[in-house]
């Protein structure tokens, strides 16, 4: 990543729980599939969600389902969890 967003990636830093959805995200899920494997309660990844999908890091598939939401990683998403899997 070459030109890296520093208030994204800082963002990303801040909280656990929006990196561990992001790096769940590897393929499409549901919020509920999420925080079953990832034992967060289902509000706090729904809000990770939120606050991931408003930064252009998530996008949902399925925006007028009412439930069942499908959701990924955006490219740029991509790039964000790669950057952050390869500082370690």
């Known amino acids: 990543m070459s030109n890296i967003d520093w208030d994204k990636y800082s963002f990303l ?4 729980n929006r990196r561990k959805v992001l790096f769940a995200l590897d393929e499409p899920k549901i919020p ?7 034992g967060v309660n289902l509000s706090h990844v729904s ?4 606050e991931l999908s408003d930064k252009g890091i998530v ?5 007028k389902s009412r439930v069942g939401k499908l959701y990924r990683r955006t490219k740029f998403g991509d790039e964000m969890a790669a950057y952050l899997k390869n500082r370690k």
């Open 13 to 16: 830093l801040s909280a656990k």
């Open 47 to 50: 809000r990770s969600l939120a």
């Open 59 to 63: 996008e949902c598939l399925t925006p």
């Open 32 to 38: 509920t599939e999420l925080a079953s494997m990832l």
